[in-house]
């Protein structure tokens, strides 16, 4: 009796814990927790960019991180250097950052994982020249002053391109200046050439630029350089329906660039603050993989297998080892790890 008894009552504590699991996540939602983990959300989602970005611009203007059920707080960089700072600093939580700088943050162990790839850079980021200084092919660098952003996609874009062409970068005067300094630097012509991403560049070009290569075309050579969505471990590890719900965003975000890109040149030119023509080129500059091209081998692959993306970066990594950015990279696996698709395998059910 006593054992029938108790098969009873464990068959009514599982129908009880089965009707719970069918409202628990509602229930947790409406109480601001997460409906996998139970965490209480935080009062605050920090996420970053970078100033004037074209793409994440569309998720702000348009409120997609509204959705998220938190309040979610939107912090500007200038580059991907200070959005690795700021990771360290553990004041920011997600970001959109280069791949280069992540491979950087990535090797130093900063703690955070791709979740999303947002772009695949092509001509928005290139290396333009005066045209007063003669240069016409990259390998005129030799002796030039060249100015970029270290750190930054673009600035292993650049040393990709010396190399490609045979230049070793010591001949080349390399500066290390921000967006807005490189723009005044080549306005007071102080400097021969900057690779650095539109809208500065397309200023450069509108004060007696010339662009003599572009990330697209490394890329074709092997360089692949892209923009990147990167999310702490920690955060996603308590909070995965609030990780899952900002891809979601993003997913929406690069589907309107490829579908409506008209209407998406809008948004980006009223949220920056520029014409419509200029906000189509910028958006035009780069490729926007859709969020179920991005599960297959050669980029992030599903959830527990890593795609071709890790190896990107740790290729990436290498390369800043060879150029002294970097004191050494670690080994395939830590850069497969790093590599999470699962996120954007749950925003596309």
């Not at 100033?51 to 707080?73: C, H, M, R, W």
């Not at 920011?92 to 130093?108: C, D, F, M, Q, W």
């Not at 391109?161 to 807005?180: C, K, M, N, R, Y």
């Not at 035009?284 to 071709?308: I, T, V």
Request: glycine letters at 8%.
């Amino acid at each position: 009796m006593r054992t029938r008894i108790a098969k009873t009552s464990r068959l009514a504590a599982l129908a009880v814990a089965a009707a719970a699991a069918l409202i628990l996540p509602g229930t947790l939602a409406a109480q601001g927790k997460d409906p996998v983990t139970g965490e209480s959300y935080p009062p605050v989602f920090n996420i970053a960019t970078f100033n004037s970005a074209t793409a994440t611009a569309i998720p702000i203007q348009e409120g997609y991180f509204n959705d998220l059920g938190v309040k979610t707080n939107i912090v500007f960089f200038d580059s991907g250097r200070d959005i690795n700072t700021a990771f360290a600093a553990r004041s920011i939580e997600a970001a959109t950052v280069g791949s280069s700088p992540v491979s950087l943050g990535v090797s130093n162990s900063l703690g955070y994982e791709v979740v999303f790839i947002n772009d695949v850079i092509g001509p928005a980021e290139s290396l333009a020249v005066t045209k007063k200084s003669g240069i016409k092919s990259v390998k005129d660098l030799k002796g030039k002053k060249v100015a970029t952003p270290f750190a930054s996609t673009a600035h292993y874009s650049l040393l990709a391109a010396l190399l490609q062409e045979g230049v070793d970068p010591s001949d080349v005067t390399i500066l290390d200046l921000q967006t807005q300094d490189i723009l005044a630097t080549w306005i007071r012509g102080d400097i021969d050439g900057a690779y650095v991403w539109t809208p500065v560049l397309e200023e450069l070009v509108r004060n007696d630029g010339v662009i003599i290569t572009d990330s697209a075309r490394l890329a074709e050579k092997g360089a692949i350089t892209a923009d990147v969505s990167v999310v702490s471990k920690d955060f996603a590890a308590k909070y995965p329906t609030l990780v899952t719900g900002y891809v979601k965003a993003l997913v929406r975000t690069n589907a309107l660039i490829n579908d409506s890109p008209d209407e998406a040149a809008r948004i980006v030119a009223k949220n920056i603050e520029i014409d419509e023509p200029t906000a189509r080129a910028q958006l035009a500059g780069n490729s926007y993989l859709p969020g179920a091209a991005q599960l297959a081998p050669k980029y992030l692959g599903p959830k527990g297998k890593p795609g071709d993306f890790a190896k990107t970066l740790k290729d990436t990594a290498d390369f800043h080892v060879a150029q002294h950015n970097l004191d050494a990279a670690g080994e395939l696996s830590i850069y497969q790890a790093a590599v999470n698709g699962g996120f954007l395998e749950d925003a596309l059910k």
